[in-house]
C-alpha cells in the first residue's frame, strides 16, 4: 500500500478520559472485530488493567478504512495515561505522525493531558484535540475548548467533540484522521529500517518484536541485523495487530506490525533497536528512545530462599517487556539473596509486583522504596546511590544531594489553601500560580521528590475531596542538609531499614518510626532491642519484650528456692537465645517506615 494511504497515531490522555473506549468504538466503526467477538477495552489484555480499569501497556491495532473511495490503513497505538507509564507513551509516540489528545469534557484539562500534549509537541507530532463524553449531563465541551486554548495554544474550533460510548462524532473523527494528520514519509527505495517500540515473550515463539516499519520492507525468510545487538537471524514469521496477531508476507514502509525471528535470548532484544537487512543494512540506526531515568528504588527478595534463580529469569521476562524497569543483583545480612529493583514511580513498583506474584507464582519481601540521591565526595568524585545502604562515610561526604521535581498540581480553585498548607509541609516551594478557568487553577512548584513519591496523591486527593491532579518531571539534584537514619534490631544494623530525610525533622522521624517498628514487629522467645541511630549515635530505644512461659506452673508445695532456680535456669535460657536467635522481621515493617503521617 502506498504511504499516502497509511495514517500512523496514538491516542494519548490523562488517566480516566475515554482512551481505550475510543479504540473500542474506532475498532467497532472500522470493522476491525465483529460484533460477536467484540469486549469493552478490547485492548486492554491484561488481567491487572481489566481490574483496575487502567491501561499499563501501549497496544497497537492495525484498521481498513474506507474514505471517499479510497481504502486507508489507520494503525492506532492505545497509551497508558498514569504519570508512573510516561516513558509508554513516548516510546508510542516516536512510531506516529499524529495523535488525539482526549480530553473529558466534565473534568477538563488535567495534569498528565497537559503532559502527554507536550510530549507529543516535542515529538512533531500533528495533534487532533478530542473532547470526549459529550453525553454526560455534567459536560462543559465549550468551558474546556477555552481551557485547552489557554493552557496549549490549539484553538478551541479545532475541538472535535463525541461521545466514546455512545459513537456521537466518531465518524467524523474517523475523516479528521485521514485528512488532517500526515502520511509517513515515502522511503520504500532505501534499505529497510524498522523500529522496534515493544516487545514480549512468547515460550513457544520466543521474542515478539513490535516495529514501525520507517524504509524498505521486511519479508518472511530474510536475513535481518539487530544494529545495537549486532545479531543475526532470520523472519519465521511477520504479522500486523488486527487486535489479534494477524499473519502476513511482508511489512512496508509506514505499517506497524510484529517480527518473530525465534530469538531466545531475551537480552538480545533492545527497546529502541533497529531492525534491518543482514546484506543491504541501513547506514544508520534509526534514532531510538532516550533511556528512561528510574525514580523509586526497592529491594525485592524471595520469601523462600530457593526461589532465587526463579526470581531472576522472572525478572528478565518482565524487562524484556517493560524497558523502564531495572534490576542488579543484592544480598542482605537480614534477607538473604535478592535484587535491587528500578522503577518510574510507586504505581510501576505496585504493578511489577503483582505482575511479578500472578504471572510466575513467586511470593517475594519488598523493602521500603526509596529515590536515588548524587554524593559529592572530597575528591570531586559524583557518585549516584539508590539505597541508604550504598552511602560513604560521613567523612569523605562533601554534598548531599537530592533529586527535585517539578511539580503541576491542577485543582478547584476554593481547594487551594489547603494544598499550599501540605505542599508547605513536604518542603514544595511555590513557582507560579495560573488560573485556566474561573473555577479551575494551575498550582507550579518545585518539590524534593523524596517527599511527594509515597503518600502525597493520597493527601492531595482528600485535601481536595478527589478533584485535584498532579503530574512531575525531574528538573535534577540539589545540594540538602541530609541524613541516615540507621535502624538496629537486637543490636544488628537492617540496612534494608534505613533511610535519607532531612536533617531537621530527622530525630522526630525517627523515635516515631522506632515506635511503629515495635508495633510491627512480632513478640519472640527472647526480648528483642530496637535502636534508631543517626550519624552513629544512638537516639531512641524500644524494647519488645518476651513471651514468657510459666514455667512454675508444675511445681507445687517445697520451699521457694526451688522456683528461683527454675527461674534463674529460664532466664539464662533466654539470655543465651537473645544472642543466637534470629529475629523475623514481616513485610509490614519495612513499610511502616514510610508513613510520614502524624
Known sequence: ??????????????????????????????????????????????????????????????????????????????????????????????????????????????????????????????????????????????????????????????????????????????????????????????????????????????????????????????????????????????????????????????????????????????????????????????????????????????????????????????????????????????????????????????????RLERENDIDVVQTAPTVSYEVLTHAGEVIRIDSPSQLPDPSHIQELREPFVKLEIITPSDCIGDIMKLAEQRRCTLQNTDYISALRVMLDYKAPLAEIVYDFYDLLKGATHGYATMDYELIGFEASNLAKIEFLVNKIPVDALSIIVHRDNAEQRGRKMLIRLRRAIPRHQFEVPLQVAIGGKIIARETIKAFRKDVTAKLYGGDVTRKMKVLKRQKEGKKRMKSIGSVNIPQEAFMTILDNSD
Not at 482512551?19 to 467477538?37: F, I
Not at 495554544?153 to 479545532?158: L, V
Open 1 to 354: 500500500m502506498s504511504t499516502d494511504h497509511i495514517r500512523n497515531f496514538s491516542i494519548i490522555a490523562h488517566i480516566d478520559h475515554g482512551k481505550s473506549t475510543l479504540a473500542d468504538r474506532l475498532m467497532q466503526r472500522t470493522g476491525a472485530v465483529s460484533d460477536r467477538e467484540f469486549h469493552d477495552q478490547m485492548l486492554d489484555t491484561m488481567e491487572l488493567e481489566r481490574e483496575r480499569g487502567i491501561t499499563i501497556k501501549a497496544s497497537a491495532v492495525t484498521m481498513n478504512y474506507k474514505h471517499e473511495g479510497r481504502s486507508f490503513m489507520l494503525n492506532l497505538i492505545d497509551t497508558p495515561g498514569h504519570v508512573d507509564f510516561n516513558y509508554e507513551v513516548s516510546r508510542a509516540l516516536a512510531a506516529c505522525e499524529g495523535a488525539l489528545l482526549v480530553v473529558d469534557a466534565s473534568q477538563g484539562v488535567e495534569a498528565q493531558t497537559v503532559a502527554n500534549a507536550h510530549l507529543a509537541m516535542d515529538s512533531g507530532l500533528e495533534i487532533i484535540p478530542v473532547l470526549n463524553k459529550i453525553d454526560l449531563p455534567g459536560a462543559q465541551p465549550d468551558v474546556v475548548a477555552e481551557e485547552i486554548e489557554h493552557i496549549l495554544g490549539i484553538k478551541k474550533g479545532e475541538c472535535f467533540s463525541v461521545s466514546a460510548k455512545t459513537g456521537a462524532g466518531v465518524d467524523e473523527l474517523l475523516e479528521a484522521i485521514v485528512t488532517l494528520l500526515p502520511p509517513p514519509q515515502d522511503q520504500s527505495h532505501l534499505p529497510p529500517a524498522a523500529l522496534i517500540f515493544d516487545s514480549h515473550y512468547d515460550d513457544y515463539r520466543g521474542v515478539i518484536c513490535y516495529v514501525r516499519m520507517f524504509s524498505g520492507s521486511l519479508e518472511v525468510g530474510q536475513k535481518i541485523l539487530m544494529m545495537a545487538a549486532r545479531r543475526r537471524y532470520t523472519i519465521t514469521d511477520l504479522g500486523k495487530f488486527s487486535p489479534h496477531m494477524t499473519h502476513v508476507d511482508k511489512l512496508e514502509t509506514g505499517e506497524v506490525g510484529y517480527v518473530i525471528a525465534a530469538v531466545r535470548q531475551l537480552s538480545e532484544v533492545t527497546i529502541g533497536d533497529t531492525i534491518t537487512d543482514e546484506n543491504t543494512p541501513a547506514q544508520k540506526p534509526l534514532p531510538g528512545y532516550k533511556k528512561p531515568m528510574q525514580m523509586v528504588f526497592s529491594d525485592f527478595y524471595p520469601s523462600v530462599t530457593t526461589d532465587f534463580t526463579r526470581l531472576r529469569a522472572a525478572f528478565d521476562k518482565l524487562a524484556l517487556n517493560d524497558s523502564s524497569f531495572t534490576f542488579v543483583p543484592q544480598s542482605s545480612p537480614a534477607l538473604g539473596f535478592g535484587f535491587r529493583c528500578g522503577f518510574l514511580g510507586l504505581l510501576h513498583m505496585e504493578i511489577i509486583q503483582e
